[in-house]
């Protein structure tokens, strides 16, 4: 088996595009516009942090990091955390989302969260064993 690679995106790469894309397409049905200036977009804002892990030169996995500050303290959000299906149950999304956890530390972050649909079960069942809670509140959303 390669060895694995994590890393955070801090320059365009084109070739992304389409491995995002093809990750984004397994986690969610929802539709997605993800293109060039998305990725730019991303990359060019400081609160956001993308990292995509990757085995020789395939891009199987994914996570995003947004920190914000608040009254009540920084917090973190972990999104779009993706393991390619070819490659799931070799630790990835372990991996990914430990390095989350470090890089939020390292930022300051005081509350890490994330969602997960309950579908997901394997995922639920790592963020459990990673040391989230669930939290007692309802999640809202507004389509704009």
């Known amino acids: 088996m390669t060895k694995s690679t994590l890393q955070e995106v801090t320059s365009y790469d084109a070739t992304l595009v389409q491995a995002i894309r093809k990750l984004l397409a397994q ?3 929802a539709p997605t516009t993800f293109d060039e ?9 400081p609160a956001t942090h993308l ?8 891009v199987v996995g994914m996570l995003t990091l947004g920190i914000y500050h608040s009254p009540t303290g920084c917090k973190g959000w972990i999104e ?5 299906e070819k490659a799931r149950g070799c630790g990835y999304g372990k991996e ?7 890089e939020a530390r390292r930022y300051g972050v005081q509350q890490l969260m994330l969602t997960s649909n309950p579908r997901r079960v394997a995922a639920n069942k790592l963020y459990q064993q990673m040391g989230f809670e669930p939290k007692e509140t309802n999640c809202y959303r ?3």
């Open 142 to 144: 507004m389509e704009l």
């Open 37 to 45: 200036e998305a990725l730019r977009t991303l990359i060019e804002n």
């Open 51 to 58: 990292y995509i892990l990757q085995e020789g030169a395939a």
């Open 80 to 84: 779009d955390v993706v393991v390619d």
């Open 96 to 102: 990914l989302v430990e390095k989350a956890i470090a």
């Open 27 to 29: 986690l969610t049905t």
